[in-house]
């Protein structure tokens, strides 16, 4: 959700469509950049904004649902666009059962 921040206000974002997405990787700190750059993949392959996620991480493996809608130039005003996920400043924790606090830097 902050990487769509970014962009623009989430609640701006209507879900009308549906997209998959996958990611494999040997960490859980990479499995976050490959997940935050596949998301950026989609948005920019499919010309679409994402307003919700659902997100399992089951081992190596994360599977997600995102709900979004194409880019309305007359409804989004979008502030940026996001090229990438970077290492700089990666951190991946779980400080307690279902709670994660994840961070890097994305190029914008």
């Not at 950049?33 to 596949?38: E, R, S, T």
């Not at 679409?48 to 130039?73: I, K, N």
């Not at 996920?85 to 709670?99: C, D, H, K, N, Q």
Request: glycine share 6%.
């Amino acid at each position: 959700m902050a990487l769509v921040e970014v962009v623009l206000p989430t609640a701006d974002v209507r879900p009308r469509q549906v997209v998959e997405i996958r990611c494999e990787a040997p960490d859980e700190e990479i499995l976050l950049v490959d997940w935050l750059n596949a998301v950026i993949h989609e948005m920019a392959t499919r010309n679409m904004l994402f307003g919700r996620f659902q997100v399992a991480v089951e081992g190596q493996t994360l599977q997600a649902l995102a709900w979004g809608e194409p880019v309305s130039l007359e409804r989004h005003d979008a502030a940026v666009e996001v090229k990438g996920a970077t290492f700089t400043g990666l951190r991946v924790v779980r400080p307690s059962e279902g709670s994660w606090i994840a961070e890097c830097v994305v190029d914008v």
